[in-house]
């Protein structure tokens, strides 16, 4: 983690429990961390391309909640990386965990009947997001939401490896997912763990080639890009398996469309 600020920009002194590598209002008075900021744009973009296309074409509202869910981490981690304030970092973590719950409940639910709802792990999902909240602010204690949200993330690895298992997939859109959020994870622990040999290197090289240090920065983009795609995934197996034959559109940003639907 950094150290504290030297400088006091417009949202005043940090009061979040984390400060990133990111030297504080290095770049802008206005944006205490600015690469870690505009990088949620790969979280927000494209789950909203995915909305609008799920709404179009009257995806299931489990499909809807997770786009809608991503684009509020990218919106919460917005807010927290531009002013580090405690009360924007909790826009930033609860998103990620109540946002998350969709995600596993669409995957475990590939193979489940149209118009069908499992009410036990809809209360289980529930009532873990519940118990997170209520522990995490009233402790504060970010090991603790890191180890919640990494149960989840595990959870997420477990139902794609029944989905690859059990149902018509897309090896494509698994892999992609994969790639992405995992390189992300690991630029993610580079900045945590060699931010000071980081910096230094900043000091060195042209301001130009600076930001392609922010490794936290891209952990966003891989995050955004790997969750997102791992959301089409999981839609193109719902349609696979409602026999809607699925149509993947482009490849960079990847948009899943049921096509002619196929006879019983």
Same mark, same amino acid.
């Given at each position: !983690?950094?150290?504290?600020?030297?400088?006091?920009?417009?949202?005043?002194?940090?009061?979040?429990?984390?400060?990133?590598?990111?030297?504080?209002?290095?770049?802008?008075?206005?944006?205490?961390?600015?690469?870690?900021?505009?990088?949620?744009?790969?979280?927000?973009?494209?789950?909203?391309?995915? +909305?609008?296309?799920?709404?179009?074409?009257?995806?299931?509202?489990?499909?809807?909640?997770?786009?809608?869910?991503?684009?509020?981490?990218? !919106?919460?981690?917005?807010?927290?990386?531009?002013?580090?304030?405690?009360?924007?970092?909790?826009?930033?973590?609860?998103?990620?965990?109540?946002?998350?719950?969709?995600?596993?409940?669409?995957?475990?639910?590939?193979?489940?009947?149209?118009?069908?709802?499992?009410?036990?792990?809809?209360?289980?999902?529930?009532?873990?997001?519940?118990?997170?909240?209520?522990?995490?602010?009233?402790?504060?204690?970010?090991?603790?939401?890191?180890?919640?949200?990494?149960?989840?993330?595990?959870?997420?690895?477990?139902?794609?490896?029944?989905?690859?298992?059990?149902?018509?997939?897309?090896?494509?859109?698994?892999?992609?997912?994969?790639?992405?959020?995992?390189?992300?994870?690991?630029?993610?622990?580079?900045?945590? +763990?060699?931010?000071?040999?980081?910096?230094?290197?900043?000091?060195? +090289?042209?301001?130009? +080639?600076?930001?392609?240090?922010? !490794?936290?920065?891209?952990?966003?983009?891989?995050?955004?890009?790997?969750?997102?795609?791992?959301?089409?995934?999981?839609?193109?197996?719902?349609?696979?398996?409602?026999?809607?034959?699925?149509?993947?559109?482009?490849?960079?940003?990847?948009?899943?469309?049921?096509?002619?639907?196929?006879?019983?």
């Amino acid at each position: !983690m950094a150290p504290p600020s030297e400088k006091i920009g417009f949202w005043g002194p940090v009061t979040s429990t984390v400060d990133w590598c990111e030297t504080n209002y290095e770049v802008s008075f206005y944006i205490a961390e600015f690469w870690n900021t505009i990088s949620n744009v790969m979280m927000i973009l494209p789950p909203l391309v995915g +909305l609008l296309f799920a709404v179009k074409d009257a995806a299931e509202g489990r499909i809807v909640g997770c786009h809608i869910g991503l684009m509020l981490v990218g !919106m919460g981690s917005w807010c927290f990386h531009m002013t580090l304030l405690y009360s924007s970092q909790l826009l930033d973590e609860m998103p990620m965990i109540w946002g998350t719950c969709f995600l596993i409940y669409t995957l475990y639910e590939v193979g489940s009947p149209p118009k069908s709802h499992n009410r036990i792990l809809q209360c289980v999902l529930l009532l873990y997001c519940l118990f997170v909240t209520v522990v995490y602010t009233t402790t504060h204690n970010v090991i603790f939401f890191q180890v919640s949200y990494g149960i989840m993330v595990f959870a997420i690895v477990a139902c794609s490896i029944q989905v690859y298992r059990n149902f018509e997939h897309s090896n494509f859109l698994l892999v992609m997912g994969i790639l992405t959020y995992g390189t992300g994870f690991l630029l993610w622990n580079v900045d945590n +763990l060699y931010c000071e040999n980081l910096r230094h290197l900043r000091q060195w +090289l042209p301001a130009a +080639l600076r930001p392609l240090t922010q !490794m936290h920065a891209w952990w966003h983009v891989g995050a955004g890009i790997g969750t997102y795609t791992s959301i089409i995934y999981a839609a193109h197996a719902r349609l696979v398996y409602l026999k809607k034959n699925p149509v993947i559109e482009g490849s960079l940003l990847p948009i899943v469309r049921p096509g002619r639907e196929k006879a019983m």
